[in-house]
T-cell receptor
């Protein structure tokens, strides 16, 4: 069965610093996709970045990057040069390739960026 | 910006009433998902479709919930007899098939249901 775990409930950082959010997952599938999303205060959920399990290179999009450690079933999100507007709840998710299971989401990490 | 359109944004129903919400997936996306997000931010999968066919659904959806994705019409999720515990944010998401090059799902802004 697939499972996604985010152990950090909330994180608070100062503006312009770097923050890392943790996520570990469980799957029996040999191929899968990992995602990070953020949910703003208005409730809108925005897709940020994706890592395909077969790719060794860590994905990077803008000031978001991933730390993919496949042997540890871990996919950390790194946000560099944080801005006030990065304050949101961040969700990790996984979608398996070899079945029709819907993406499974973690419980979320609330990030607060302080000026 | 999200291209998945959900209506209405807010819905208030009395216990026992029907509650219906709609979703227009992003153009070109044949796969549609419905999730329920509770006050603790937990995502609960309800049902998903590929084109008009149900791929998976949970037990709750099989009983009081009904959903469909007819061709050339919005997808819909309906609760036949609302209960207080159904109060939540209902999220519709769409995507390309899981074996495509881009597998991420995109969410609408949700329908916030309050059952009074």
């Amino acid at each position: 069965a697939q499972k996604v775990t985010q152990t950090q409930t909330s994180i608070s950082v100062m503006e312009k610093t770097t923050v890392t959010m943790d996520c570990v997952y469980e799957t029996q599938d040999s191929s899968y996709f990992l995602f990070w999303y953020k949910q703003t205060a208005s409730g809108e959920i925005v897709f940020l970045i994706r890592q395909d399990s077969y790719k060794k290179e860590n994905a990077t999009v803008g000031h978001y990057s991933l730390n993919f450690q496949k042997p540890k079933s871990s996919i950390g999100l790194i946000i560099t040069a944080t801005q006030i507007e990065d304050s949101a709840v961040y969700f990790c998710a996984m979608r398996e390739y070899n079945n029709n299971n819907a993406p499974r989401f973690g419980a979320g990490t609330k990030l607060t960026v302080k000026p | 910006n999200s291209k998945v359109i959900q209506t209405p944004r807010y819905l208030v129903k009395g216990q026992g009433q029907k509650a219906k919400m709609r979703c227009i997936p992003e153009k070109g996306h044949p796969v549609v998902f419905w999730y329920q997000q509770n006050k603790n931010n937990e995502f609960k999968f309800l049902i998903n479709f590929q084109n008009q066919e149900v791929l998976q659904q949970i037990d709750m959806t099989e009983k009081r919930f009904s959903a469909e994705c007819p061709s050339n019409s919005p997808c819909s999720l309906e609760i036949q007899s609302s209960e207080a515990g159904d109060s939540a944010l209902y999220l519709c998401a769409s995507s390309l098939p899981r074996d495509s090059a881009n597998t991420e799902v995109f969410f609408g802004k949700g329908t916030r249901l309050t059952v009074v």
